[in-house]
Nanobody
Framework: QVQLVESGGGLVQPGGSLRPSCAAS????????MGWYRQVPGKQRELVAT???????NYAASVKGRFTISRDTAKNTVTLQVNSLKPDDTAVYYC??????????WGQGTQVTVSS
């Protein structure tokens, strides 16, 4: 069992930046893929970005070029650098970790609000 805890969300003006982070309760070597998803009320949770254990990344088209995902296996963290934020980026951002045996772990989420 792995517990994931997000932090670093907040309120920011359009064009601003944030750096949400996700800390795991134990080693993340077993989490083949870690990622960030987001959800707004009334809509399905959607992929933002993922990063595999060897560093291969994948981004949603809507965030490519603005968001950067990274993971630090020594610190058991995965971080999402978000730049050039838009009001449409407003959502609860969730951290996710998946094992090769398809166990799936989720954090509780951190709110990101982009508003002037």
């Amino acid at each position: 069992q792995v517990q994931l805890v997000e932090s670093g969300g907040g309120l920011v003006q359009p064009g601003g930046s944030l750096r949400p982070s996700c800390a795991a309760s134990r080693s993340t070597f077993s989490l083949y893929i870690m990622g960030w998803y987001r959800q707004v009320p009334g809509k399905q949770r959607e992929l933002v970005a993922t990063i595999a254990i060897r560093g291969v990344t994948n981004y949603a088209a809507s965030v490519k070029g603005r968001f950067t995902i990274s993971r630090d296996t020594a610190k058991n963290t995965v971080t999402l650098q978000v730049n050039s934020l838009k009001p449409d980026d407003t959502a609860v951002y969730y951290c996710d970790g998946q094992t090769l045996s398809q166990d799936d772990y989720w954090g509780q989420g951190t709110q990101v609000t982009v508003s002037s």
